[in-house]
């Protein structure tokens, strides 16, 4: 949640069940998000309890495979998603409204079936937060619209798992051929530019040649996720098992951890001079937000994932109004300045769990930021923001188009540093895309919260989000002829009432 937030205090563990006010005491943001915080806990873990991971109610089961609605035709290749309501890990999910698999209101990335093949439809579902920017009804005109606060969104998407059955002769090859043809296309360049550098002697050609690099390696990324690198793929060929088995492996899926400290103090060789304690050198209060940006694995060459960094957990941001040449138009462009790293992406990729794109600012006049790079603009994304991070380059640490490498290094070596004594180190694994971290800094105590185990070293933990909940739907086969799917099994739980009201009395 990239809101301008005290702290985030919530932690199941401590089994609080509320929070108590009292009189003539500060009233903090902390205190009241972790109430919210508690009451939705207790409400999840009580519809769990009852119902499982996953079910529906019997009279208004959600997500199951339906027939078109009045004015509509059903699609080679597509397919109609039922309305009503589900449970997944005790969130509500609800769609409002039947609607087509390739037309989700919060999916653009949804693309044909295969005619011939089967597939199981299962439910992508997470928590995002959403500002004024995404929602400007969130602001009191009366007021003269201010921000205040914020809300948190149910997420949710229908997707689908191949499990099996190859193309019928004569039918047209999938929309991904094309993709998997560029990215050979591209890996083929990359290896070509590699070897160029390699036997290249003149600094100034082997920068550019580096510069080709990175950018093609970015290129291969976004094109690779385009092809399900979000979500973690499943094995190749699943032409058997239970719908509950070829989720499996979203289920099990995990993200690399990261930990944090702050730097250790040099050992004094004189006796009578005591070492500098290790502190928090910073002059402000702060909510640091370390976040993933390119999804990747640390083991596999040319894959290598990105994160960015914010001391005010990503909360500096505007609306994107446009861009002329070098310069951006934004709706303030208060907490900006020269040399800052800004994240400019709409509401699309964040649905498609992709990353923005980064520029560094070269000016700022009024509402107008001058950037190099210039990011692409589109007219037609959804509510196109701009985000400021606060991650900089320095003698030991090179960007990759602005953003950290995640490198994975062993033991106690390898600490990347943050600002202000604080340092941060990630094991080897997988990351994703938004997955990120959070911790506090306090000015009167120079410590950040981070927890340790017995032998005092800062504590590997996984990410704090984005946590994503799966729940198997229904399995289908798409076919050639109308109405161009059938179902083969309803792979979702359904429960009755717990009483018997009659309504008529």
Same mark, same amino acid.
């Given at each position: =949640?990239?809101?301008?937030?005290?702290?985030?205090?919530?932690?199941?563990e401590?089994?609080?069940?509320?929070?108590?006010?009292?009189?003539?005491?500060?009233d903090?943001?902390? @205190? &009241?998000?972790?109430?919210?915080?508690?009451?939705?806990?207790? =409400?999840?873990?009580?519809?769990?309890?009852?119902?499982?991971?996953?079910? /529906?109610? $019997?009279?208004?089961?959600?997500?199951?495979?339906?027939?078109?609605?009045?004015?509509?035709?059903?699609?080679?290749?597509?397919?109609?998603?039922?309305?009503?309501?589900?449970?997944?890990?005790?969130?509500?999910?609800?769609?409002? /409204?039947?609607?087509?698999?390739?037309?989700?209101?919060? &999916?653009?990335?949804?693309?044909?079936?295969?005619?011939?093949?089967?597939?199981?439809?299962?439910?992508?579902? &997470?928590?995002?937060?959403?500002?004024?920017?995404?929602?400007?009804?969130?602001?009191e005109?009366?007021?003269?619209?201010?921000?205040?606060?914020?809300?948190?969104?149910?997420?949710w998407?229908?997707?689908?798992?191949?499990?099996?059955?190859?193309?019928?002769?004569?039918?047209?090859?999938?929309?991904?051929e094309?993709?998997?043809?560029?990215?050979?296309?591209? $890996?083929?360049?990359?290896?070509?530019?590699?070897?160029?550098?390699?036997?290249?002697?003149?600094?100034?050609?082997?920068?550019?040649?580096?510069?080709?690099?990175?950018?093609?390696?970015?290129?291969?990324?976004?094109?690779?996720?385009?092809?399900?690198?979000?979500?973690?793929?499943?094995?190749?060929?699943?032409?058997?098992?239970?719908?509950?088995?070829?989720?499996?492996?979203?289920?099990?899926w995990?993200?690399?951890?990261?930990?944090?400290?702050?730097?250790?103090?040099?050992?004094?060789?004189?006796?009578?001079?005591?070492?500098?304690?290790?502190?928090?050198?910073?002059?402000?209060?702060?909510?640091?937000?370390?976040?993933?940006?390119?999804?990747?694995?640390?083991?596999?060459?040319?894959?290598?994932?990105?994160?960015?960094?914010?001391?005010?957990?990503?909360?500096?941001?505007?609306?994107w109004?446009?861009?002329?040449?070098?310069?951006?138009?934004?709706?303030?462009?208060?907490?900006?300045?020269?040399?800052?790293?800004?994240?400019?992406?709409?509401?699309?990729?964040?649905?498609?769990?992709?990353?923005?794109?980064?520029?560094?600012?070269?000016s700022?006049?009024?509402?107008?930021?001058?950037?190099?790079?210039?990011?692409?603009?589109?007219?037609n994304?959804?509510?196109?923001?701009?985000?400021?991070?606060?991650?900089?380059?320095?003698?030991?640490?090179?960007?990759?188009?602005?953003?950290?490498?995640?490198?994975?290094?062993?033991? $106690?070596?390898? &600490?990347?540093?943050?600002?202000?004594?604080?340092?941060?180190?990630?094991?080897?694994?997988?990351?994703?895309?938004?997955?990120?971290?959070?911790?506090?800094?306090?000015?009167?105590?120079?410590?950040?919260?981070?927890?340790?185990?017995?032998s005092?070293?800062?504590?590997? =933990?996984?990410? @704090?989000?984005?946590?994503?909940?799966?729940?198997?739907?229904?399995?289908?086969?798409?076919?050639?002829?109308?109405?161009?799917v059938?179902?083969?099994?309803?792979?979702?739980?359904?429960?009755?009432?717990?009483?018997?009201?009659?309504?008529?009395?």
């Open positions: =949640m990239k809101g301008d937030f005290s702290r985030q205090r919530f932690n199941p401590r089994h609080y069940n509320r929070v108590l006010r009292q009189q003539g005491r500060v903090l943001d902390a @205190d &009241w998000n972790e109430q919210a915080a508690i009451s939705r806990h207790l =409400m999840r873990t009580l519809v769990v309890d009852l119902f499982g991971r996953r079910a /529906g109610p $019997e009279a208004n089961c959600g997500f199951g495979l339906s027939g078109a609605p009045d004015g509509q035709k059903p699609q080679v290749g597509d397919f109609f998603i039922g309305e009503g309501r589900y449970y997944v890990d005790g969130l509500l999910v609800e769609n409002a /409204g039947t609607c087509a698999f390739t037309a989700q209101p919060e &999916w653009p990335g949804a693309v044909k079936l295969t005619a011939g093949h089967s597939y199981l439809a299962y439910l992508d579902v &997470w928590e995002r937060h959403v500002t004024w920017i995404e929602d400007d009804g969130i602001r005109v009366a007021l003269g619209g201010p921000d205040t606060a914020t809300r948190v969104k149910t997420t998407q229908v997707k689908v798992i191949d499990a099996g059955g190859p193309p019928k002769g004569g039918e047209a090859p999938p929309k991904d094309d993709t998997k043809k560029k990215i050979a296309a591209l $890996e083929a360049k990359l290896e070509e530019l590699v070897k160029a550098l390699d036997a290249e002697r003149d600094a100034a050609a082997q920068a550019a040649l580096k510069k080709q690099i990175t950018a093609l390696e970015r290129e291969l990324r976004k094109l690779k996720e385009s092809l399900g690198a979000v979500d973690p793929p499943p094995p190749p060929a699943a032409p058997a098992g239970t719908c509950g088995e070829l989720l499996k492996p979203l289920r099990d995990k993200s690399g951890r990261m930990r944090a400290r702050l730097e250790p103090s040099e050992v004094e060789e004189t006796p009578c001079v005591l070492p500098p304690e290790s502190r928090y050198r910073g002059l402000e209060n702060h909510l640091y937000r370390i976040e993933v940006h390119d999804s990747g694995d640390t083991s596999v060459a040319g894959a290598a994932p990105t994160f960015k960094w914010s001391r005010e957990n990503g909360s500096v941001a505007a609306r109004l446009g861009v002329t040449g070098a310069t951006v138009r934004l709706s303030s462009t208060r907490g900006f300045s020269v040399d800052d790293w800004v994240e400019f992406s709409s509401e699309d990729d964040e649905l498609l769990g992709s990353p923005g794109s980064f520029a560094r600012v070269l700022v006049d009024g509402d107008v930021l001058t950037v190099q790079p210039a990011p692409a603009w589109n007219p994304a959804a509510n196109p923001r701009a985000r400021r991070w606060d991650q900089r380059a320095n003698d030991e640490l090179a960007l990759v188009n602005g953003a950290v490498p995640l490198t994975a290094p062993s033991g $106690e070596e390898g &600490w990347i540093e943050i600002e202000d004594g604080i340092e941060v180190q990630f094991e080897n694994g997988q990351y994703r895309s938004g997955d990120y971290w959070l911790l506090t800094a306090r000015v009167l105590t120079g410590q950040i919260d981070w927890p340790v185990n017995a005092g070293s800062a504590t590997w =933990m996984a990410p @704090d989000g984005i946590t994503h909940h799966y729940a198997e739907l229904f399995m289908l086969e798409s076919t050639a002829a109308a109405p161009f059938s179902l083969l099994k309803d792979c979702r739980c359904k429960f009755a009432r717990l009483a018997c009201i009659d309504d008529a009395k």
